[in-house]
Every structure is written in structure tokens, then in C-alpha cells.
């Protein structure tokens, strides 16, 4: 499959490669390893085929149960889910590429993007970039002037949004949090070795 940014899908708007971003260490994130996208309710056939072809072998679900239309549940704490999250993509890129979604593609996926990026060495500069296309990208999905007022303004994806984040992450050491809360540096190190390259 190309390198592409913004995958070419009929039924997915927001569906980006987190490749392309330069880290520390002279090297930049891979393309092909890790994709984040609104919740794929939409595809076709040829879109599953496609995200096959894009080697994506495991998708995970960010969204509550409420809006999965499940029964509700008591979700762990922030750092111990963000922990839970990033051993199961350390251990799904394994497999494969690995699809991240929430509901509309931004917030819960910017959150995640975001410290996958940290982890990472990508500067803050391209980690607001990436967050605030989302924006743009909903945008063109047919169903955005279907909604109301303040379902548009949820919808945005205000640069200041993400550099808040990064500022509170930077104050309060969301790192240093999760290695308390059982990230260790071996699934670091195996994320890093997984999604970045040369």
C-alpha cells in the first residue's frame, strides 16, 4: 500500500496514518503500523478489503459502551486504560497494523495519538497539526451539515485543545504517571521499535 496520509476510503473520512512525523533520534514514525479514524460504521466491502491491504489487523474500540449500545461500565482510571491501551497496541503490532477509533476520530484518538507521539520524541508542533486536521476532515463527511449548532462546535478540533493537553502532560508528567501506573520500558521500547524507522 502507498504512504498514504489520509487513507482513500468511501466510508471513513478522518482515517490517517500516524506515519511521517520525525522523532527524536533522527528517525520518523512508520508508515503502515498505526492508523486513527472515526468509528468505522460506514465501510463497505472494498473499505474492509482495503484496511486488510493496509495491514490493519486489529481495531480498537475507544468509545464507552453507552455509545457502543452496550451496558454501561466502570472504566479504570485514566493512566491504568491509557496503560491497558498501549500494551495491547505494543503487543497487536506483532500481528499487524493497528487502527484506533473513538466516535468522530479526534478527541479519545487525538489523546492516544498524543502520547504514542510523546513516547516518541515528535514535536508539539506536529502533534497539534495532526489533531487539528480532524476538523478539516469532518468537515467533508456528508453527514456533519446534518447536525446541529452545537454538534459542530463538539465536532471541532481546536489546535488550543491539544496544546492545553500537551502543557498539562508536560506540567503534571503524564509520562512519568503512566510508568507509575505499569508502563514499562520495555513496552516503551518495543512501541518505539515497532512504529519508528530510519
Not at 95 to 113: I, Q
Request: hydrophobic share 40%; net charge negative.
Amino acid at each position: 500500500m502507498r504512504d498514504y496520509k489520509r487513507l482513500p476510503f468511501e466510508g471513513l473520512r478522518n482515517c490517517r496514518d500516524l506515519g511521517g512525523y520525525a522523532c527524536d533520534d533522527g528517525k520518523m514514525i512508520r508508515y503502515h503500523v498505526l492508523y486513527r479514524a472515526e468509528a468505522p460504521t460506514e465501510l463497505s466491502g472494498r473499505d474492509w478489503e482495503r484496511m486488510r491491504e493496509a495491514g490493519v489487523r486489529t481495531i480498537i474500540d475507544l468509545r464507552s459502551m453507552s455509545e457502543q449500545k452496550l451496558n454501561p461500565y466502570e472504566a479504570p482510571d485514566w493512566a491504568e486504560r491509557m496503560v491497558f491501551l498501549l500494551n495491547t497496541i505494543a503487543k497487536a503490532l506483532a500481528r499487524g497494523a493497528v487502527l484506533y477509533h473513538c466516535t468522530a476520530g479526534k478527541d479519545r484518538t487525538g489523546v492516544l495519538s498524543a502520547i504514542l507521539y510523546l513516547l516518541c520524541g515528535v514535536e508539539e508542533a506536529d502533534i497539534v497539526a495532526d489533531y487539528q486536521v480532524s476538523d478539516v476532515y469532518q468537515k467533508e463527511n456528508p453527514l456533519f451539515e446534518l447536525v446541529s449548532e452545537e454538534m459542530k462546535s463538539f465536532l471541532k478540533s481546536d489546535p488550543e485543545t491539544m496544546k492545553f493537553f500537551l502543557k498539562e502532560a508536560h506540567e503534571k508528567d503524564y509520562i512519568s504517571l503512566l510508568k507509575e501506573s505499569g508502563l514499562t520500558a520495555e513496552i516503551i521500547q518495543s512501541i518505539r521499535e515497532k512504529i519508528m524507522e530510519e
